[in-house]
Nanobody, 128 residues
Framework: QVQLVESGGELVQAGGSLRLSCAASGRTFSDYLMGWFRQAPGKEREFIAAITWSGAGAFYADSVKGRFTISRDNAKNTVYLQMNSLEPEDTAVYYC?????????????????????WGQGTQVTVSS
């Protein structure tokens, strides 16, 4: 059974940077696209970024494009989210997720329902 464990969240000042990590158990990590989502207090969970199984393709929500970078190391079964120029609006619990289907289409990657394995989340708080 695949498990995902996020880490790296903490309190940071606006303009600062953080790198989140998501470590996956299991031998099929490299077969799957992986996604990052976040959920702010009182708001719905939203798509942030996704990366294809090879790492060749990366996709971002408009709200983080140019500031966040998703990457992966299949040898370490880990996906990363480098977050720069953080803003108070980035305050949220950040989750990594694995889709139900290894061949998830790129057009489906923003849909929460397409993912069935989630980590417990890591809190990112950005102070102004």
């Amino acid at each position: 059974q695949v498990q995902l464990v996020e880490s790296g969240g903490e309190l940071v000042q606006a303009g600062g940077s953080l790198r989140l990590s998501c470590a996956a158990s299991g031998r099929t990590f490299s077969d799957y696209l992986m996604g990052w989502f976040r959920q702010a207090p009182g708001k719905e969970r939203e798509f942030i970024a996704a990366i294809t199984w090879s790492g060749a393709g990366a996709f971002y929500a408009d709200s983080v494009k140019g500031r966040f970078t998703i990457s992966r190391d299949n040898a370490k079964n880990t996906v990363y989210l480098q977050m720069n120029s953080l803003e108070p609006e980035d305050t949220a619990v950040y989750y990594c997720a694995r889709p139900t289907l290894a061949d998830m289409k790129v057009c489906q990657m923003i849909t929460i329902a397409g993912y069935d394995v989630w980590g417990q989340g890591t809190q990112v708080t950005v102070s102004s």
